[in-house]
């Protein structure tokens, strides 16, 4: 078992930015990337930033050149830099810890982008 902490979220201006964090412990060498997933009110979770253990990075196309992802290894942290942000932004944002076969989700946590 692998358990995500999250923390970072909060209301924020549009053009504005946050900085998510989320910290894994229990058996992570299991886990071969993480991941930041997001859930907008009445829409499906979606992608936002993936990074893998070689530090390989994947963005969702609505966020690339805004967001970036990022992970201290020594401390099984991995962050989401939140730059620009948009109201369109706004979701409770996951964190995940992939490994093969499926992964594990963190608490989420929420992010409100206001005009």
């Known amino acids: 078992q692998v358990q995500l902490v999250e923390s970072g979220g909060g209301l924020v201006q549009a053009g504005g930015s946050l900085r998510l964090s989320c910290t894994a412990s229990g058996s992570i060498f299991s886990i071969y990337a993480m991941g930041w997933y997001r859930q907008a009110p009445g829409k499906q979770r979606e992608l936002v930033a993936t990074?893998?253990?070689?530090?390989?990075?994947n963005y969702a196309d609505s966020v690339k050149g805004r967001f970036t992802i990022s992970r201290d290894y020594a401390k099984n942290t991995v962050y989401l830099q939140m730059n620009s942000l948009k109201p369109e932004d706004t979701a409770v944002y996951y964190c995940?810890?992939?490994?093969?076969?499926?992964?594990?989700w963190g608490q989420g946590t929420q992010v409100t982008v206001s005009s």
């Open positions: 990074i893998t253990n070689d530090g390989t990075t």
């Open positions: 995940k810890a992939i490994k093969l076969g499926g992964g594990y």
